[in-house]
């Protein structure tokens, strides 16, 4: 079965890098899904932030291109957001998930980590 | 972007009510092929989003079969056929048709 696990500090301040690690376990990166970061705001909006692909391409939400870059780490079974120059308004609570492009689904997601940006 | 507009906002239902959900897209979501990529997820309070439902109408196989969903193009609905507790939390559609994907703005379901 697999479990993603996103980690991560949970208190960035402001003009800084938010970076989480989502850990993958039960299946392989590799292996034919993309690798998407979703955020759900205070007050349930929830915006998909951008996907890695089993083969290392990125695709980005348009609203971040400047400032978010998604990577992965294949020795360990894990992929990584990072976000720079966050406000506020980048406080979220962030998941990871599993994306299968033929189906147009994320059918599988993480915990959260919970982000707060405050000086 | 693809407006995702979702209503209501809230429900509040009985066990063994009926509960209907209307997802509905700026432009239409069948995309190029031929596939409709409108999905519904739930998220129980203090839980992660748990998939639903995928290409508008198929359950993923953990789901009860008094859920379903229907449309076609830019509307569409989650029906619960008789609520129960379990099924108390936020339902979300999001489509993956067009890039970026996009959200509904959720519809809280509570139990009365």
């Known amino acids: 079965e697999i479990q993603l696990q996103e980690s991560g500090p949970g208190l960035v301040k402001p003009s800084q890098s938010l970076s989480l690690t989502c850990s993958v376990t039960?299946?392989?990166?590799?292996?034919?899904?993309?690798w998407s970061w979703i955020r759900k705001f205070p007050g349930n909006k929830m915006e998909w932030m951008g996907y890695?692909?089993?083969?290392?391409?990125?695709n980005y939400n348009p609203s971040l291109k400047s400032r978010i870059s998604i990577t992965r780490d294949t020795s360990k079974n894990q992929f990584f957001l990072q976000l720079n120059s966050v406000t506020t308004e980048d406080t979220a609570t962030y998941y990871c998930?599993?994306?299968?492009?033929?189906?147009?689904?994320?059918?599988?997601w993480g915990q959260g980590a919970s982000v707060t940006v405050s000086s | 972007d693809v407006v995702m507009t979702q209503t209501p906002v809230s429900l509040s239902l009985a066990i063994g009510q009926p509960a209907s959900i209307s997802c509905k897209s700026s432009?239409?979501?069948?995309?190029?092929?031929?596939?409709?990529?409108l999905n519904w997820i739930l998220q129980r309070p203090g839980q992660s989003p748990k998939r639903l439902i995928y290409?508008?109408?198929k359950l993923y196989s953990e789901v009860p079969d008094r859920f379903s969903g229907s449309g076609s193009e830019t509307e569409f609905t989650l029906k619960i056929s008789r609520v129960e507790a379990e099924d108390l939390g936020v339902y979300y559609c999001?489509?993956?048709?067009?890039?970026?994907?996009?959200f509904g703005s959720g519809t809280k379901l509570e139990i009365k």
């Open positions: 432009q239409s979501l069948l995309g190029t092929s031929g596939k409709t990529f």
């Open positions: 998930a599993r994306y299968l492009r033929i189906r147009g689904v994320m059918d599988a």
């Open positions: 039960g299946y392989t990166i590799t292996s034919g899904y993309d």
């Open positions: 290409q508008v109408s």
């Open positions: 890695i692909s089993y083969s290392g391409s990125t």
């Open positions: 999001w489509q993956g048709t067009h890039f970026p994907f996009t």
